[in-house]
């Protein structure tokens, strides 16, 4: 069974920074993709930012240049490191990791974390 267990979030003034890390545990071969996504009340899930096992990067328009997204393909580990956090950043975080190979069969899935608010605020 794959787990993501994710770590940070919380209240920050506007212009603060925060860091939300995720790690993947479970019986699996590699992953192709981890990211991040959020969700706002009334708002779809959208896609923040993402690495993928290439080590190529994507970023959401929204965040370019404020966010910097890094994953460790041997701990299996992706950070997002927010910086100049604006309210409109207040969501719903969640982990994302993309094309999990199964050691048992080989298959590809993808996994969820429960996810972690972040709340930008005066």
């Known amino acids: 069974q794959v787990r993501l267990a994710e770590s940070g979030g919380g209240l920050v003034q506007p212009g603060g920074s925060l860091r939300l890390s995720c790690a993947v545990s479970g019986y699996f071969f590699s992953i192709d993709t981890m990211g991040w996504y959020r969700q706002a009340p009334g708002n779809q899930r959208e896609l923040v930012a993402s690495t993928s096992s290439d080590g190529s990067k994507n970023y959401a328009k929204t965040v370019e240049g404020r966010f910097t997204i890094s994953g460790d393909n041997t701990e299996n580990t992706v950070t997002l490191q927010m910086n100049s956090l604006k309210p409109e950043d207040t969501a719903v975080y969640y982990c994302?990791?993309?094309?999990?190979?199964?050691?048992?069969?080989?298959?590809?899935?993808?996994?969820w974390g429960q996810g972690t608010q972040v709340t930008v605020s005066s």
């Open positions: 994302n990791a993309g094309g999990v190979r199964d050691r048992a069969n080989g298959f590809r899935s993808d996994y």
